[in-house]
């Protein structure tokens, strides 16, 4: 005879099974808003986003810092395509200055996924090694950032080894 699946074991099962669906649902979902929203260039941004957020499980505070780099560096694609000659601007602004709509539409379309994750409560479990490796290497600079002001301030930088990224070696 089968064993029942115990309730607790499966209000998870259900909540999981609810949660992908809900997951599938916005990937597929997503992608054809954008290119509703922001044409071709919107449809292939959004397939893009959702392929790496299945695919290597990029986390969302990454998707953030895209979308607020984008808005930042907005004002300075502007500058670089040229300012306004006139105090009123024409409507081929638009048209002139296609490099800064194009990181606006990256960084609202980022910004509108990530958010939408984080309505929703998903969050597509790491399947690679890549982040964890990302993540090791931050805290390695962050004790290396210290080690260094140690230095600075006299203190003992032997108390720490791990934190050595370039022991010295006795020839």
Request: charged share 20%.
């Amino acid at each position: 005879m089968s064993e029942a699946i115990s309730s607790p074991d499966r209000d998870r099962d259900s909540k999981s099974t609810a949660r992908f669906r809900t997951a599938l649902v916005l990937s597929a979902s997503f992608p054809l808003l954008a290119g509703f929203f922001a044409a071709w260039y919107g449809l292939f941004l959004a397939i893009a986003i959702v392929g790496l957020w299945w695919l290597i499980g990029v986390p969302r505070s990454f998707y953030w810092l895209l979308s607020v780099i984008g808005l930042a560096v907005t004002p300075f694609a502007v500058w670089i395509q040229g300012l306004p000659q006139t105090r009123v601007v024409g409507s081929n602004f638009g048209v002139r200055h296609w490099l800064a709509n194009d990181i606006v539409i990256a960084s609202l379309c980022l910004a509108a996924f990530v958010s939408l994750t984080e309505i929703l409560g998903l969050q597509v479990r790491r399947s690679s090694k890549f982040w964890s490796a990302m993540a090791k290497l931050a805290g390695t600079w962050r004790a290396r950032a210290r080690r260094i002001e140690g230095d600075r301030g006299g203190d003992d930088t032997e108390a720490h080894p791990s934190t050595d990224l370039f022991p010295k070696t006795n020839p």
